[in-house]
C-alpha cells in the first residue's frame, strides 16, 4: 500500500491485480488505469520528427525552489503569499515514516522467516510446472505462426549511450575520422585550435595503428570489484581527450561525432527490426544550460530514431562539483537538474527544442558506484538540499527521494496540461547496502540490476507482490559485482519477478556486433532457458520499458493492459498461454492468502 | 614413442621438441620436417578452382583389400605373387601389443599419482604465471599494432556441414525456396514427381507460417544425454523429406539447396575475412558411387571456398546398413570408403572430379554417439573386416583403428606420387569409455571434444606431453553431454594442452548470426578469458587445422612451424611473447624430467 501511494503519486506503474487484493474494488478499475504512465507516442513516418511548431502555450507559472524541491505557483502573488498551484507535494516527514516502516518490516524476524518460506515455494512450484508443463508449453509455441524468438520484440531496458557501440565499432569510427578528416578542428586547448591530427600526435600514436587491446576500452578481470578502474576504462586509450572527442554530447565539434555513432547504432537496430533500445543520456546539475545543449545536440544531429526512447541519467556526483567550486549546494544541483524542465513544460513555446526533445525522453535514471559508503543517514533531520553545502556527498537514499520528489511535481505538472511523463528508473542493488532497495520501493518506477535483493527474503517478496520491474544485466554483474553462475536472474525469472535482459555497457562487456542478442544467447545457454523462458523476458522488456502504448498493442497486442493470460497476445509474444496462467494463478494465490489473513485480522480485531 | 612411431607412418604431426627429448638428436631435425602433413594450398586468384586438367598419369598399380586393409600392387603378376607394392601396411598384431601398453599404462598406481601430480602443478604453475604476467602480456599486445582478438584468424576445427548454418537461416532459406519456386520438382517418390508445394502439402504445413520454433531444430533441455533426440533434431519439422531435400548432397536436385546454403554459410565466413571452418560431410560407405556423387555434388555447384577446407566424416553406423541387407560385411563398406581414393590417387586422369575434390579435403573424422556401448573387445582374434558379417556393430576401437590403417597406406602412396595427405581427426572423448582415447592416442592426429581427459591422469598427461590438438565445443557439450561451468576447456586451456573452440552445429547450438564469435565470447565472458587466452586459442586452432603450409604462415607466421616464442609472430597472432616463452619453457620442463628419469633408468640398468 505504501509503494502504492508513492506510485500513484507519480503516475509510475502499479500492478491491478495486487492493487485489487490490497482492498480496492473492481468499481476502482478505471482510476487505476488513470494512473498509467503516459509516453509520447513516435511520429508518424510523414510526421517530422523534429518539427518545434506544435508547442502549447506558456502557462505563465512561476517556478521556486524550496527545500529541494520545486514548487509551482500560479503567478506573483502566490508565489508572495506562498500558496503553491494545487499539485500534491511530497512531504518528508511522511517519507521518513513510511521509510522506517519498511526497514522495520525487512528485519523483522517472523516476517523474513514467512517470506523466505514463500519464495522458496515460488521457485518449487515453477520447478514443478516446469517439469509438468515443459512440452505443452513448447507446442502451444510451435504451433502459434510466424513468431519466434527471433521476431518478438525486445528492449534494451538498460544501456548507456556513452558505451552503446560495441568496442570495434568504436575503433572502426575513429580510424574513420582520422583517415577522412586528419586536418579538421576538433578541439580549442587554452585558445589554440587542435586539429585531430594533432589530437593524435600529441598522444604519441598513430590511429592506423590501433587495436582494441591499446582502445582498452573492455572491462577484463582487473574490474571485478573495482568500479573506479570501469570508470576510467570510458577513455580509448587511457586518454579522457577522447572520451570527449568521441562519447561526449558538448565539445568543440557540438557531440558529432558521438551523435554519428549512436546513429549508427540506431541504424542497425531499425535494420534488424526487432530491437530497442533506452539510451540513457547525463545530465549532470553542474549548470542550468545543460538542457538546452543537450536538446539542441539531439535536435541538430538528428538523433532520433524510432527504435530508441531516450532516458536521462544523474551521476551521484555532486561531491566532484562541490569540491571544484562548480556548485555552491546540492540544491543548485538539484534546481540545475529539474527547473529547466519545469520551465520547458509551462512555456514550451520558449523552450521548443528542449519541449521537443522530452517528448522522446521517458524517464530518469540515478547512477553511480553503489558500493560506496557514505557517513551520513538520511532522516528528518537530515540537512535539506538548499542548506546541503559541504563536500560530502549526500547517501544514495537522500539522492532518489530529491529526484522522485521533484520528479512526482512534475509529472504532476505535465500531466495536468496533457504532456507525456516520466518514469524513476535508478540503478538499484547493484552493490552497496540492501536499504537503496528500499528507497527504490517507494521511489523507483523499475530499477536496474537488483541483485542484492538475493540479501533480503522481505526485500525479494514485496518486490514480487508489486512486481517491480528489474532491468537485468548479468555479463556487466560478472566483470564487476558477480560472477555469471552466482546470478540471481534464473531464480529471480522462476519465482516470477518481472525481470528482463539488458546489456549495460555494450563497449564494456560485450564481443560481438548484437550486444542484447550476445546477453540473450549466454543467458539461454548457461541457464539453459527454454524458448518460452526467453520470450517471457522479451516481453517483460516491453513492458517494462518507456515506449508508448500504442507501440505495447502493437508489439504486445491490443490487451497487454490487462494482467494474465488475457493481456497476452501468444501471436505477438510466443509466451505460451500455460506460462501465463501459471504466472497470474501464482501471484493471485500469494496476494489472496496476504488478504485472507489482513481480513481474518481485522474480524479478529472487531471481535475483540 | 609410440605415438609418434604410429604419427610418423601416417604423416601426422609430432612435435619436435617432444620428439628431440624422447631421443632423437637434433641431426634429424630435417627427417622430422618430412614427416609433416601435407595440405594442398589454395588456388591463386586467377586460377580456377574447378580445373579438371592437371591429373596425374595414370599408375596402373592394383589395388585389393585384405583383412579390412587395401594393399597397392604394382601389377598384376605382384598381385598374384601377394607381393604388395613398398609402403609401410599395418600391423594389426604389433598395434595390439602397443595398445595393450597404453592400456596398462594408464591403469598403473604410481603412473597415475606421478600424472596427476604433475597436472595439478601445471595448473598451478600458469595461475602463478598468471598473477605475475598478465600485466605484462596485456601490455605486449597493446603495443602490438594493427592486431587485436577480432582480426587474429580464427578456424572453426569441427563443424557439420549440414548443421553449419543458423537455425535462422536455414528457416529463411526454406521461406525463399517456396516462396520463389513452390512448382518446381524437388523429390520423386514411387516414380511420382513431386513439386515444393507438394512437399510442404503433405506435411500439412505452409512455410509462411513456419518459426525457428516450429521448424525444431534447436537443441534444448531435453537433448541432455540424449543423442537420440540430438540426432532427430537434425529433421527439420521433424521431417526427414526436409533433411533429405534441404540438408543432404544427394536427392533429386543433386543437393542443390544444401549448396546453396553452404555457399551462403561461405560467403558470410569470407565477409568476415578472418573466420575459416573446416566443415565435415559424410560418406558413409554405402556404395562405392558416394564419393563420385559427392565430388560431383562439390564441383557441378562451385561450392569451393577459400575460408573453408572439407573433412570427411564416416558415421559408425554400420549395424544400420547391415541389418537392411545393404552391406555384407564391414570390410565391404572399408572398401566403399577408401578403395575409390586409391583409385583416384591412382589413376586420376579417369577420375578427374574426386582427384580434383580431394585437393580441397584434408582429413576424415569418425563420428557417431561414443556413449553407446559395445559388447565387443578389440583384439587380435576380433574377426578382420572382411569376416565381421555379423548385425553387430564393430566397438569404437575397432572402427579407429581399420579407419588409420586405410588412411596411413593411401597417406603414404599419395606421399609418393607428390599428393596431398590426410589427417585422420575423429570424435574422441565425448562419452563412453576413455579407451576410445586411448585408440586416438595412437591413430589420431587431433580429436574433437576430448572431455573425458578428465577422468585420466595419465592420458590427460600424454595428450599434453604430445601437445596433440584438441578441438572442443563446450555449447555443444553443455546440450548433450556436460554443463557450461563443468567444461574442462578451461583447465586444459591452463595446463597446456592444445586446444581450441569450435561451434559442432550452429545450427542446434547458437543463437546469433555468427556462431564462431558466440562460442569464443561466451567462453571468454564465463571463464574470464584475457585476451592473450583467446587469441592463444585462436592461434592454435590455425595450428591444428588443415590450412596449407603457404596459409599458416600467412597467418601464423613465416616460422610458425618452429616450437616456442620463435615460431609465433605476435604481429600476426596477438599472442604474448611471454606466454610462448612460459608455455615453452614449461613443456621443455616435463620433458626434461621424463628424459633426465630415463637417462637415470639406462645408466642404472648398466651399472647392474
Not at 527504435?307 to 544523474?314: D, E, G, L, Y
Not at 559485482?481 to 529471480?492: A, D, H, I
Not at 516481453?539 to 520499458?545: A, D, I, K, P
Amino acid at each position: 500500500m505504501i509503494r502504492e501511494k508513492y506510485a500513484r503519486l507519480a503516475y509510475h506503474r502499479f500492478p491491478r491485480t495486487t492493487a485489487q487484493y490490497l482492498g480496492h474494488g473492481v468499481a476502482n478499475a478505471a482510476l487505476l488505469d488513470e494512473g498509467f504512465p503516459d509516453f509520447h507516442p513516435p511520429p508518424l513516418p510523414q510526421e517530422d520528427p523534429y518539427c518545434l511548431e506544435d508547442a502549447p502555450p506558456n502557462l505563465g507559472y512561476l517556478v521556486c525552489m524550496r527545500g529541494g524541491i520545486l514548487f509551482v505557483y500560479d503567478n506573483k502573488q502566490m508565489l508572495e503569499r506562498q500558496e503553491p498551484h494545487s499539485l500534491p507535494y511530497p512531504d518528508l516527514e511522511t517519507y521518513t515514516v513510511d521509510m522506517s516502516h519498511i526497514l522495520a518490516l525487512i528485519t523483522d524476524g517472523p516476517t523474513k522467516t514467512y517470506c523466505h518460506r514463500r519464495l522458496n515455494f515460488l521457485e518449487s512450484k515453477f520447478s514443478l510446472h516446469e517439469m509438468l508443463n515443459e512440452m505443452s508449453e513448447f507446442k502451444e509455441l510451435k504451433s502459434n505462426p510466424h513468431r519466434d524468438f527471433y521476431n518478438v520484440r525486445k528492449v534494451d531496458t538498460h544501456i548507456h549511450a556513452a558505451a552503446c557501440m560495441n568496442q570495434k565499432h568504436l575503433l572502426r569510427f575513429i580510424k574513420h575520422t582520422y583517415q577522412t578528416e586528419p586536418d579538421r578542428t576538433v578541439a580549442e586547448k587554452l585558445g589554440q585550435k587542435v586539429t585531430l591530427r594533432q589530437v593524435f600526435d600529441s598522444l604519441h600514436m598513430d590511429p592506423y595503428d590501433l587495436t582494441v587491446d591499446s582502445l582498452d576500452v573492455h572491462a577484463g578481470r582487473q574490474t571485478f570489484h573495482r568500479f573506479d578502474k570501469f570508470n576510467s576504462k570510458y577513455n580509448p586509450v587511457g586518454a579522457s581527450e577522447l572520451r570527449d572527442l568521441y562519447l561526449k554530447t558538448e565539445n568543440y565539434l557540438g557531440g558529432e561525432y558521438f551523435a554519428r555513432m549512436v546513429k549508427e547504432v540506431a541504424r542497425e537496430l531499425e535494420e534488424s527490426k526487432y530491437q530497442y533500445s533506452e539510451p540513457r543520456l547525463s545530465i549532470y546539475g553542474r549548470s542550468p544550460q545543460e538542457w538546452q545543449n543537450l536538446a539542441r545536440w539531439f535536435i541538430q544531429h538528428k538523433v532520433y530514431s524510432p527504435n530508441m526512447r531516450w532516458i536521462i541519467q544523474v551521476p551521484r556526483i555532486y561531491d566532484i562539483f562541490r569540491s571544484k567550486k562548480l556548485l555552491p549546494s546540492f540544491g543548485k544541483m538539484l534546481e540545475n537538474i529539474f527547473l529547466p524542465l519545469f520551465k520547458a513544460t509551462i512555456n514550451p513555446q520558449d523552450h521548443r527544442e528542449l519541449h521537443l526533445f522530452l517528448k522522446y525522453v521517458t524517464g530518469f535514471d540515478s547512477v553511480d558506484d553503489e558500493s560506496k559508503h557514505s557517513d551520513h543517514m538520511f532522516s528528518e533531520k537530515s540537512p535539506s538540499p538548499d542548506i546541503w553545502t559541504s563536500e560530502q556527498n549526500p547517501p544514495y537514499s537522500y539522492y532518489l527521494y530529491y529526484m522522485y520528489a521533484n520528479i512526482m511535481v512534475l509529472n504532476n505538472l505535465r500531466r495536468e496540461r496533457g504532456l507525456s511523463t516520466f518514469l524513476f528508473r535508478p540503478h538499484c542493488g547493484e552493490a552497496g547496502s540492501i536499504t537503496h532497495l528500499v528507497s527504490a520501493f517507494l521511489t523507483a518506477d523499475n530499477i536496474s540490476h537488483g541483485l542484492l535483493l538475493k540479501k533480503s527474503p522481505v526485500l525479494q517478496y514485496l518486490y514480487y507482490l508489486a512486481q517491480i520491474p528489474i532491468a537485468m544485466s548479468p555479463l556487466s554483474n560478472n566483470s564487476l559485482f558477480l560472477e555469471y553462475s552466482k546470478n540471481p536472474l534464473r531464480e529471480f525469472l522462476h519465482k516470477g519477478l518481472h525481470v528482463s535482459l539488458s546489456t549495460d555497457d555494450p563497449m564494456q562487456f560485450h564481443y560481438t556486433k548484437e550486444a542484447l542478442m550476445e546477453e540473450y544467447a549466454i543467458a539461454a545457454q548457461v541457464w539453459k532457458l527454454s524458448t518460452c523462458d526467453l520470450c517471457e523476458i522479451a516481453r517483460n522488456s516491453v513492458l517494462q520499458s518507456g515506449l508508448s502504448h500504442q507501440e505495447k498493442q502493437k508489439f504486445l497486442g491490443q490487451n497487454y493492459c490487462k494482467e494474465g493470460p488475457e493481456g497476452n497476445d501468444i501471436r505477438k509474444t510466443n509466451v505460451a498461454q500455460i506460462r501465463m496462467a501459471f504466472r497470474y494463478e501464482t501471484l493471485c494465490n500469494e496476494l489472496s492468502f496476504l488478504s485472507d489473513a489482513m481480513k481474518s485480522e481485522e474480524i479478529t480485531a472487531l471481535n475483540n
